[in-house]
């Protein structure tokens, strides 16, 4: 009986990080809606003009045909803007920690 009782336990305490885990991206995700990010359609200039500059312009990425657009990459604390040429195309919130899964999309406006 002890012995049950004991692996019950592990097995709870063993799935019980994960769903923590789990439960702090879905926390952050649903504040993520709410918060105040760069929509979809933005030109550059209306981001940086009430987000401030990014820490950080990453190297641009495609471009080698006309199928293939440039795709720009701004990061800030908090979250990571995608550019098309010059628009947003999608929002993502960075990691928290190493652990946590993602990025996933934050905004789709």
Do not use: C
């Not at 799935?15 to 760069?38: H, K, M, V, Y």
């Not at 981001?47 to 006309?66: D, I, M």
């Not at 990061?75 to 550019?83: A, G, K, L, M, S």
């Amino acid at each position: 009986m002890l012995r049950s009782t004991l692996v019950a336990a592990g097995l709870a305490l063993a799935f019980a990080a994960p769903a923590q885990a789990d439960r702090l991206l879905i926390e952050r995700a649903q504040a993520s809606e709410a918060a105040n990010l760069p929509a979809r359609g933005q030109s550059m200039a209306q981001v940086e003009a009430k987000f401030g500059a990014p820490q950080q312009k990453l190297e641009p990425r495609g471009g080698q045909n006309a199928a293939w657009p440039v795709i720009h990459r701004w990061v800030y604390p908090e979250f990571t803007v995608y550019f098309e040429r010059e628009r947003v195309v999608d929002t993502v919130i960075n990691k928290a920690a190493p652990q946590e899964q993602g990025p996933a999309p934050a905004n789709r406006g």
